[in-house]
């Protein structure tokens, strides 16, 4: 089970930490990724993150102000999400799967999904 939280209102520059909680089981061999969707949008990658090793993916317009990391003793992720824009608005899902190198930007690459924590960038 992942558990996604962290989410809110703040305005644009502002910054927020998205936590996704995993629980059930062990993704120790698995990538986890942020994903978010917008209203009459669909769902985009953000970033994801090596369980194991820790390599990073980022999705390019984000990698300047969002960093995804992991804590293996509490076994959570984060995603920092710095300098806001209303544009960032949406619902922000956590997923791990074992996606292989072509499919870590895509939905279909992971098969266990959070359920989403809304973010709200007011102007």
């Known amino acids: 089970k992942l558990q996604a939280s962290g989410g809110g209102l703040v305005q644009a520059g502002g910054s927020l930490r998205l936590s996704c909680a995993a629980s059930g089981r062990t993704f120790s061999d698995s990538v986890m990724g942020w994903f978010r969707q917008a209203p009459g949008k669909e769902r985009e990658f953000v970033a994801a993150?090596?369980?194991?090793?820790?390599?990073?993916y980022y999705a390019d317009s984000e990698k300047d102000r969002f960093t995804i990391s992991r804590d293996n003793a509490k076994n959570t992720m984060y995603l920092q999400l710095n300098s806001l824009k209303p544009e960032d608005t949406a619902v922000y899902f956590c997923?791990?799967?074992?996606?292989?190198?072509?499919?870590?930007?895509?939905?279909?690459?992971?098969?266990?999904w959070g359920q989403g924590t809304q973010v709200t960038v007011s102007s």
């Open positions: 993150i090596r369980w194991s090793g820790g390599r990073k």
């Open positions: 997923a791990a799967g074992r996606p292989i190198l072509s499919t870590i930007r895509r939905t279909v690459g992971y098969n266990y």
